[in-house]
């Protein structure tokens, strides 16, 4: 019986082959059709996530290879200047796509500037609005008291007094919304009166440690402020724990600020392939980083607690800083 065979495909060259074949063409013959294999080689390189100095690298030893050519000497300025515009044509996508990234992030930050706005005027209108109709309420219920016979009057104060432990839950849940001792002293003090806010409701334990002092502009305050918060709701919400940690740090140029609890933890991997860490905020702690150019690490596993580690370049803060003035 007789097989057929498919005939056997040629393999693709390695990308650094195709590379130095691209380079040496343009470098001889020059015209756009190279200088367009240039474009797309660099756009493959992209989208293979090979870094810069990869390609710089590649590069160099390429042009060093043409260049260690005895025959190329007469040449060699006019080979320099044509590898400097084979080269400027494969980073292009580079570029353009650092462009995009600048861009997400200046939209980014302005989003966040936009919620934070959202958020102060929601704070004030619980602070302020929410206030003044429960001083109504107390107001017209001491009126109705007055008229009533004492039996009548016991029974109203009860309601006086959930009215008052409303007022007070309300009052802290907007100065957390938007404390303004993050405005006046920074987001170190406005997380220990969070911390204290959220022991004290949640019965748990919550620790700082730091020695870091100093402001940070407001836009990096707020972000970090914001993601420990929501660090402290999933860990009182979801984690079961007795006690969180915070440690705050600047060591070898960078700001970190880690918040570990001991609580039951989570699987990562099942998690991640359930969606599951979208519902702890995690998307939304990224994304406010990703406005300041920091990071953020989760280590965690089934009965052992979890820890989330944000770190922040402090080239950064004093880049935003300066703009700032």
């Not at 260690?68 to 300025?77: M, V």
Request: glycine share 6%.
């Amino acid at each position: 019986m007789n097989t057929l065979t498919k005939p056997k495909t040629k393999a693709p060259p390695p990308f650094e082959e195709e590379y130095r074949a691209a380079f040496a063409e343009y470098l001889h013959l020059g015209g756009e059709a190279a200088l367009r294999r240039a474009y797309e080689l660099g756009r493959r390189a992209l989208a293979g996530k090979k870094s810069l100095m990869e390609l710089a690298s590649l590069h160099h030893h390429t042009l060093h290879g043409i260049l260690a050519d005895p025959h190329s000497a007469p040449l060699r300025k006019k080979l320099l200047a044509a590898a400097a515009e084979f080269q400027a044509e494969t980073l292009s996508p580079f570029e353009m796509a650092h462009r995009g990234v600048q861009d997400a992030i200046a939209a980014l930050r302005q989003f966040n500037e936009t919620l934070e706005e959202e958020i102060k005027r929601i704070a004030h209108a619980v602070h302020d609005e929410a206030g003044q109709l429960l001083v109504a309420v107390h107001l017209a219920l001491a009126d109705l008291a007055r008229d009533l016979p004492p039996p009548q009057k016991e029974r109203v104060r009860p309601i006086e007094e959930l009215l008052s432990r409303v007022e007070r839950q309300l009052r802290q849940y907007s100065h957390e919304l938007r404390p303004t001792v993050l405005d006046d002293l920074g987001w170190i003090p406005a997380i220990r009166f969070l911390a204290d806010g959220v022991a004290r409701r949640a019965n748990l334990t919550i620790k700082i440690k730091t020695k870091v002092a100093g402001r940070l502009p407001g836009p990096i305050e707020i972000a970090l402020y914001r993601i420990v918060q929501e660090a402290l709701t999933n860990a009182a919400k979801h984690s079961k724990a007795t006690q969180v940690c915070i440690c705050i740090a600047r060591k070898n140029r960078i700001l970190s600020c880690s918040i570990e609890d001991d609580g039951v933890g989570f699987d990562m991997r099942a998690a991640a392939a359930r969606g599951k860490p979208r519902g702890l905020g995690l998307i939304g702690m990224q994304e406010r980083l990703n406005g300041i150019a920091g990071t953020l690490s989760i280590d965690s596993a089934r009965g052992r607690g979890t820890r989330l580690l944000i770190q922040l370049p402090t080239e950064v803060a004093h880049a935003h800083s300066h703009r700032a003035r």
